[in-house]
């Protein structure tokens, strides 16, 4: 895994993109066929709209396997999807202990910091993100945007 982080910084190229999708790849599974079910269910019932579906099955992972990063950071997309952002938040600090390279989260995190208005640790986590994965849409949006802001020059 430290091989794909390290070209997740390459600057040129497209291989950060290969980087990016073997990483999210390898952290889809947690090394059980029923666990890895339960991931699927859940992200695709919130694929589909249906958030309470997809915190039943999530949860049912986060019991059966709390070590399994991928999980609480899915259920923490289905929990801010029905704006519940404290139980949100909860799980993304919990995937975040777990795998604190976890880049999606900490560009969740800012997106619900920022909603939340707290802008500036929002831009922390954006640019914290950053940090590890330097090519994410979102999070040089977010900090584009927040830097703006905080300085003044937002219209």
Same mark, same amino acid.
């Given at each position: 895994?430290?091989?794909?982080?390290?070209?997740?910084?390459?600057?040129? $190229? %497209?291989?950060? *993109?290969?980087?990016?999708?073997?990483? =999210?790849? %390898?952290?889809?599974?947690? $090394?059980?066929?029923?666990?890895?079910?339960?991931?699927?269910?859940?992200?695709?019932?919130?694929?589909? $709209?249906?958030?309470?579906?997809?915190? @039943?099955? =999530?949860?049912?992972?986060?019991?059966?396997?709390?070590?399994? #990063?991928?999980?609480?950071?899915?259920?923490?997309?289905? &929990?801010?999807?029905? @704006?519940?952002? /404290?139980?949100?938040? #909860?799980?993304?600090?919990?995937?975040? *202990?777990?795998?604190?390279?976890?880049? #999606?989260?900490?560009?969740?995190?800012?997106?619900?910091?920022? %909603?939340? /208005?707290?802008?500036?640790?929002? =831009?922390?986590? &954006?640019? %914290?993100?950053?940090?590890?994965?330097?090519?994410?849409?979102?999070?040089?949006? @977010?900090?584009?945007?927040?830097?703006? =802001?905080?300085? @003044?020059?937002?219209?």
């Amino acid at each position: 895994m430290d091989a794909l982080f390290e070209r997740l910084q390459q600057p040129e $190229g %497209e291989g950060w *993109r290969l980087a990016e999708s073997d990483i =999210l790849r %390898e952290w889809s599974k947690s $090394g059980s066929a029923s666990m890895d079910l339960l991931l699927q269910r859940g992200e695709q019932a919130l694929d589909e $709209g249906n958030s309470e579906a997809a915190i @039943g099955h =999530l949860t049912a992972l986060v019991d059966h396997a709390p070590e399994f #990063a991928a999980g609480w950071q899915a259920r923490a997309a289905a &929990y801010a999807s029905m @704006g519940q952002f /404290g139980p949100a938040l #909860a799980d993304l600090a919990e995937a975040l *202990r777990l795998e604190p390279r976890q880049f #999606a989260a900490l560009t969740q995190l800012g997106f619900m910091l920022e %909603e939340a /208005g707290n802008d500036t640790r929002a =831009l922390a986590a &954006y640019r %914290e993100s950053l940090k590890i994965h330097p090519h994410q849409p979102e999070a040089i949006d @977010g900090v584009a945007r927040l830097e703006k =802001l905080l300085s @003044g020059t937002e219209i």
